[in-house]
């Protein structure tokens, strides 16, 4: 780590006072002229502004969309292979400028804009252009008890995807769901978080410009209403990330239109630490899973159990990489941690931060908040101890760069605790001994358990992404996530003609056939059945 220290905030300026008069509208505040304006988190300068969509706009949208799937419908999935094998190309030609735009907008550093956005993107894109065909391949059904039929699966497309996405990976989330939803043959509705509409509008003009049909991509900008009218505009599916409430909301809202719903939502990940982990390798990658993206990623480490007995080293290991991080303006190579990108957040991290101190946690690395009049607004990466497992900072998601460390004695306890939340995205299990690692992640109730790693598997695009619990219901990503955005539907064909016992007419005959047949076939064991076959 180079020698800048965390603990004093390159930030110049008077700090944000609640009392005086705010210099600008509140972020997300649609402007009288009817337009959402965005303002870069690492220093409050205007990045841009869109138009808000209005209900009958959506439903436009979703028509339009609806009309270039239809258009497009007959053409085979290797034209949609090569054109988002170019828009790939473009991702890589231009990573620069795509991820200047994310650090612009969101406030990440440029290694996360890039690492963590662009280049996931482009991973992500090449993979499934080179997959889809074989994943979304009609798949033979052989039936066991109606030999004289052929069953397959076909994977159609659903019609129109409506894609709801959240501020904190405005291009990696959102970009991962448009482009498996047009290699499954979809259209696609984006509906990005109001506060960061730009680097949407980016990806529809790429993707354009590699050679989607104009119209077969939309993107409706607005709040939470445009996100909600997006629903009911006659769109076949969502694919909604974020916030467990709003999640609630979307489930409903879909049921009302009887349409599918994947939701992706929000995670109080656990590390638990064990007591032969390498604590050196641990600490860096506990570190960077809690204060990556400002701490700011739906599988964020966002509570640590390590074992008593390496509890001190570790924690001293990770107080020292906290405070070497440098954090500053995000635009530049020389910083680790960037700004928060909405003052919402800021908020809530400072809720909990304070309550874990009121209630007797120690600050060990961190803990300070800083907001500009100018709009600026970082967070420090945060060390604490002493906190218990009630406190809101350990049970409740954070979603800021604050890491708690509690311990533990054994390794049941370790998974009691881990388990003990109501979310279950992702967690973290650091040992060096493998078998240990799976004994404990089959006990882990997550979506994603990872050995010795954090987060990472989100840019890893075969792999399946989402939640038990509260985080979430479905799946993104990976063979499931590509067929999920599909309809299956079932072709049952003849292969020779079967006077089968249930047809017309009714009798004492048939009905002792089926019987024999039946027990012939399923019986338990070979007695069973010969008793089925012989009997009367
Ligand atoms: P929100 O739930 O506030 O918003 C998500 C999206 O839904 C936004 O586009 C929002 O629009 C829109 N929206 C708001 N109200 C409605 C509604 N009634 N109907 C339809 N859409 C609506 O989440 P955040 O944007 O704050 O994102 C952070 C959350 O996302 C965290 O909880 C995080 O854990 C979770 N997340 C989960 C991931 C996962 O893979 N499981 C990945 C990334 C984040 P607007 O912004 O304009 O209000």
New binding site residues.
């Given amino acids: 780590m180079a020698e800048t220290a965390s603990q004093a905030l390159p930030l110049d300026g008077p700090l944000f006072d609640d009392s005086a008069p705010s210099v600008r509208p509140p972020q997300?505040t649609v402007t009288p002229h009817g337009t959402l304006a965005v303002y870069e988190p690492g220093s409050g300068k205007l990045v841009g502004e869109v138009r808000v969509s209005t209900p009958a706009p959506v439903r436009e949208a979703a028509v339009s969309a609806r009309l270039a799937q239809m258009e497009g419908s007959g053409r085979p999935l290797r034209d949609r292979e090569a054109i988002l094998l170019a828009f790939k190309q473009l991702l890589l030609d231009r990573a620069e400028e795509v991820g200047d735009l994310i650090v612009r907008e969101n406030g990440k550093t440029k290694n996360e804009a890039l690492f963590m956005e662009v280049l996931p993107v482009a991973d992500l894109t090449h993979y499934f252009a080179k997959h889809a065909r074989k994943i979304l391949r009609d798949e033979k059904l052989p039936l066991h008890m109606f030999p004289h039929k052929k069953s397959y699966l076909r994977y159609y497309p659903r019609g129109v995807i409506g894609i709801?996405?959240?501020?904190?990976?405005p291009f990696s989330?959102p970009g991962g769901d448009v482009v498996m939803s047009l290699l499954a043959g979809n259209g696609v509705v984006l509906?990005?978080?109001?506060?960061t509409p730009l680097i949407a509008e980016k990806l529809r003009s790429l993707l354009e410009e590699a050679g989607v049909p104009r119209g077969l991509v939309q993107v409706v900008h607005?709040?939470?209403?445009?996100?909600?009218a997006?629903?009911q505009s006659g769109v076949n599916m969502i694919v909604?990330?974020?916030?467990?409430?709003?999640?609630r909301?979307?489930n409903v809202?879909a049921a009302e239109q009887m349409i599918p719903c994947v939701l992706?939502?929000?995670?109080k990940d656990p590390a638990i630490v064990l007591d032969d982990a390498d604590l050196e390798t641990t600490a860096r990658k506990v570190a960077w899973g809690a204060f990556a993206n400002s701490g700011q990623?739906?599988?964020s480490v966002e509570r640590v159990y390590v074992h008593e007995s390496v509890a001190k080293p570790f924690t001293d290991r990770v107080v020292g990489i906290a405070k070497g991080l440098r954090q500053g303006e995000p635009n530049r190579h020389d910083v680790d941690v960037g700004a928060m990108t909405?003052q919402m957040?800021v908020d809530i991290v400072r809720r909990h931060l304070e309550d874990a101190k009121a209630r007797g946690a120690k600050v060990l690395a961190g803990g300070e908040i800083k907001v500009t009049l100018d709009g600026a607004r970082f967070v420090q990466p945060t060390v604490l101890t002493d906190v218990t497992q009630d406190m809101a900072i350990v049970r409740d998601?954070t979603?800021g760069p604050m890491l708690p460390i509690l311990t533990f004695r054994t390794e049941e306890e370790a998974v009691r605790l881990a388990n003990d939340s109501p979310y279950g995205?992702s967690a973290y299990v650091f040992t060096r001994d493998r078998e240990r690692a799976d004994r404990v992640a089959n006990q882990l109730l997550a979506g994603t358990v990872m050995h010795n790693d954090a987060l990472y598997t989100?840019a890893a695009p075969e792999t399946p992404?989402?939640?038990v619990k509260a985080?979430?219901l479905g799946r993104?990503h990976g063979k499931h996530g590509l067929r999920d955005l599909s309809e299956v539907r079932h072709v049952n064909l003849e292969r020779f003609n079967f006077p089968a016992f249930w047809y017309y007419p009714y009798g004492a005959k048939g009905y002792r056939l089926g019987r024999k047949v039946y027990g012939t076939l399923i019986g338990n064991g070979l007695g069973a059945r010969l008793r089925a076959l012989f009997g009367r």
Avoid at 164 to 169: D, L
Avoid at 222 to 228: F, L, P, Q, S
Avoid at 240 to 247: H, I, K, L, M, R
């Fill in positions: 997300g709801i996405s959240p501020w904190n990976y989330i509906k990005p978080s109001e506060f607005g709040r939470g209403d445009v996100g909600a997006l629903i909604f990330t974020g916030s467990v409430a709003t999640g909301k979307v809202a992706e939502l929000g995670g990623t739906c599988a909405t957040q998601e979603f995205l989100h992404w989402g939640g985080s979430g993104v």
